[in-house]
DNA sequence: ACGTTGATTTCGTAA
DNA sequence: TTACGAAGTCAACGT
C-alpha cells in the first residue's frame, strides 16, 4: 500500500463526471491497483476512487507536474493531478485474514424461529429457510386454525420487503396441499410507504424488538 | 488527518459485533475523530470503521501494548490493540472544498421534464414528481388523446424500475379520473431483463440519450 | 457468469 | 428534523 499526501485536483468520468477542485487530501493507492481519495472528513467512503481491477500509468503533464491515470474495467477513469506532495510511503501489509461478523439479520431470523408466537397469537414453526422455486422464505409457520402463514424477516422494513413477501405468497398460493397461505411483515422497524403497501395487499406488519427477543432467549439478560 | 500503519487487532461491538485478527493494516484516524481501519485489498469500504461523531481514546494495555478505544454516539465501540507500529504520521489536510456531480437522475429527470415528446409522439407535462400513497411518480404526462402517461426514470434501467412503475400503474388505474393510465419506462440504459418484463406487462421502453437531451437543452452544445 | 439480497450501508433532497 | 430513495453503491451467496 501506497500512502501520499498532496495537494491534488482529481477528475472522474465514468458512469458520471465528478471533479475535485485542487486541495489537500490522502491519495491511497491499493496493492491491487485500486485507488481511494480521501479528505479529513466525511464517513468511510472516499470523495472519489476507482475500484479494482484498474491500472495506474504515472505521468508528468504541463509544468512538470505529476499526473496519474487510472483506467477502470469499464472504460472509466480518474485523474489525478499532483501539485505538492507533502508524504510519500509504501507499507507491506500482507494479505489480511478478514472480518468476523455476528449480529446480523441471519441472527434475527434464530430468534423469530425460536419465538414464533410473537408474530402472531398461537403461530408455530413449521421451518426455517422454507423452500420455493425462488428462493427460501424465511419462516413458514401454522396458525391455531391450521393455515399456512409465510414470514418475511428485515432488520428494516422497506417496500422492496413486501415486493419479495408478495412473489412468495402468489407462488405458495398455487399449491394446493398450503392455500390458503397468508403473510406476515416483520422487521425491527417498518417504513410507512412500505406498511401501506403491505396492508393494500392484505399482508399483516409485526414490529420486532430485538433486545425483548434476545432476553427471551437468553434468560440470564431478563430483568426480572 | 494521522496515518498509522500497525499489526493491529479490532474488536467492534455496537449494532452487530464484529473481529478483526492481529494483521497489519492501516489505521486512519480522520480530524473529526473517525476511525477507518483499512486492509490492501477490498474497495473502498474499511475492514471495520467508527463514524463520526465519535471520541478516541489512547490507552495501554498489558505488556505495554497500546489500545486505542473509539466510543460512538450511540454507545458503539471499537477496540483497537496495536501490536508492532510501523508508520505514524500527522498530516493537516484543511478543509475540502468537497465534490462536483453531474449526470445523476434528477437531471436527466430535468432534461425529460423540459423535452417530453421525446418519449413519445406529441406528449406533454403534467408535472414532476406527481404524489401518491406509495411514492411520487417521476413525470405524469397527456398524449394526444387526453390519456393519461405516468413516466418512471432510471439512468439504467433494470427489474426494480418496472416494479416501481407497475406499483404506480395499479394505484393510479384505480383513479377514475385518471384511468386509464399507461405507462413509460425510460433510461439511458436498459437491461434486456427489464425490457421484457416491460413489454410483458404493457409498459413501453424509451432509451434516452443524454447528451442529446443536454444538446437540445443548451443551443450552444449544439454540434450543429 | 449472473442474479439476488443484505449492509455498522452512506448520501442527498424534499416534506 | 425526519423520511425516503439512489448509489460510480460493495460483497456474499446461490444458480
Same mark, same amino acid.
Request: net charge negative; proline share 6%.
Given at each position: 500500500?501506497?500512502?501520499?499526501? !498532496? ?10 463526471t465528478a471533479h475535485l477542485p485542487m486541495a489537500t487530501r490522502l491519495v491511497m493507492v491499493k496493492n491491487d491497483g485500486s485507488v481511494l481519495v480521501h479528505s479529513d ?19 508528468? @503533464? ?9 483506467? @477502470?474495467?469499464? @472504460? ?67 396458525? +391455531? ?30 399449491? +394446493?396441499?398450503?392455500r390458503p397461505v397468508r403473510g406476515i411483515f416483520a422487521a425491527q422497524e417498518i417504513k410507512p410507504?412500505?406498511?401501506?403497501? !403491505?396492508?393494500?395487499? @392484505? ?16 434468560? !440470564?439478560?431478563?430483568?426480572?
Amino acid at each position: 500500500m501506497r500512502l501520499v499526501v !498532496a495537494r491534488c485536483q482529481v477528475d472522474y468520468a465514468g458512469r458520471l463526471t465528478a471533479h475535485l477542485p485542487m486541495a489537500t487530501r490522502l491519495v491511497m493507492v491499493k496493492n491491487d491497483g485500486s485507488v481511494l481519495v480521501h479528505s479529513d472528513g466525511g464517513s468511510y467512503k472516499p470523495l472519489n476512487w476507482m475500484s479494482p481491477p484498474c491500472k495506474v500509468v504515472e505521468g508528468t @503533464g504541463e509544468d512538470g507536474v505529476a499526473e496519474w491515470l487510472v483506467t @477502470g474495467r469499464e @472504460g472509466d477513469t480518474l485523474r489525478i493531478l499532483l501539485a505538492d506532495v507533502l508524504h510519500d510511503s509504501a507499507h507491506d501489509l500482507g494479505v489480511d485474514p478478514g472480518l468476523q461478523k455476528d449480529g446480523v439479520e441471519r441472527h434475527l431470523q434464530e430468534l423469530l424461529a425460536d419465538h414464533p408466537a410473537t408474530l402472531g397469537e398461537g403461530l408455530s414453526l413449521v421451518r426455517r429457510e422454507f423452500p420455493t422455486a425462488i428462493g427460501p422464505v424465511d419462516l413458514m409457520c401454522r396458525d +391455531p386454525q391450521g393455515g399456512s402463514v409465510a414470514v418475511e424477516i428485515k432488520r428494516r422494513g422497506e417496500i422492496d420487503g413486501v415486493e419479495q413477501l408478495t412473489r412468495y405468497l402468489e407462488l405458495l398460493n398455487r399449491d +394446493p396441499t398450503l392455500r390458503p397461505v397468508r403473510g406476515i411483515f416483520a422487521a425491527q422497524e417498518i417504513k410507512p410507504q412500505a406498511r401501506v403497501l !403491505a396492508t393494500d395487499r @392484505g399482508i399483516a406488519c409485526a414490529v420486532v424488538d430485538y433486545d425483548a427477543l434476545r432476553g427471551m432467549d437468553d434468560p !440470564a439478560e431478563r430483568l426480572f
